[in-house]
């Protein structure tokens, strides 16, 4: 079993259109989880955090759910630009050497 | 400020050549990592770096070797390409520490290899 799994979509979505993504992981001592975003081609760059409470930043809200192992990112409004791969992450602890460690993504494609 | 770079950005090898992909990073971050990227598989560790002077293996490391030559620089050297080797290899830093849990991981732009 992958230790971060992804639904790969591809998800095709109109403009306007909320969407969600969900990513489960099996370690229950990961310590940190972020979203990142990843162009055609291009290195992956971060997206935002996700914190224990949830967290916001404009349209995009992430949440996370420590007991089930479980994180989600809502992405309301979409944009054309909102097209691109995107990669739950979680991390090992600092003893572990505080690697991150990848879902293999969500493919996202905003149509007009 | 230049964040990570990687050299080269591409490169085409024949089965049985031997390379060296370079990375550096000038944020003085302690921690370095090598991933390799292929088609439905997402981003696999290679190998990892958390200080200076220490290596590790990920969850791919075979025909792999790395050095960590300073704090800046993270080299991961193929000695026997393969075919099975192209792929494209980011190389990535972090500041680590007990502390620092929520702290951004930072990408090279990438290499693209072809092994023939």
């Known amino acids: 079993r992958k230790e971060v799994e992804q639904d790969p979509g591809p998800f095709n979505v109109p403009e306007g259109a909320t969407v969600a993504f969900n990513c489960t992981y099996s370690?229950?001592?990961?310590?940190?989880f972020f979203w990142y975003r990843q162009d055609c081609r291009k290195e992956p760059k971060l997206l935002m955090s996700?914190?224990?409470s949830g967290n916001e930043d404009g349209r995009f809200t992430a949440q996370l759910n420590r007991a089930s192992q479980y994180i989600s990112l809502l992405i309301r409004d979409s944009k054309l630009s909102d097209s691109a791969t995107y990669l739950c992450?979680?991390?090992?602890?600092?003893?572990?050497?505080?690697?991150?460690?990848f879902g293999q993504g969500t493919e996202l494609s905003v149509k007009p | 400020n230049a964040g990570v770079t990687q050299t080269p950005k591409f490169q085409v090898l024949k089965t049985g050549q031997s390379m060296t992909l370079q990375c550096a990073q000038d944020?003085?971050?302690?921690?370095m990592y090598w991933y390799r990227q292929d088609p439905g598989m997402g981003l696999r560790l290679i190998y990892y770096?958390?200080?200076?002077?220490?290596?590790d293996k990920g969850e791919v490391p075979n025909g792999y070797n790395v050095s960590r030559l300073n704090k800046r620089e993270f080299s991961l050297r193929l000695e026997s390409a393969a075919p099975s080797q192209t792929s494209v290899y980011f190389c990535?830093?972090?500041?680590?520490?007990?502390?620092?849990?929520?702290?951004?991981?930072?990408f090279g732009p990438g290499t693209r290899l072809l092994v023939l």
């Open positions: 944020m003085n971050h302690n921690s």
């Open positions: 996700v914190y224990s």
């Open positions: 990535a830093s972090r500041r680590t520490s007990a502390e620092a849990i929520q702290e951004t991981q930072y």
């Open positions: 992450v979680v991390t090992t602890s600092y003893s572990q050497g505080g690697k991150l460690i």
């Open positions: 370690n229950s001592a990961s310590q940190s």
């Open positions: 770096s958390a200080s200076e002077g220490t290596t």
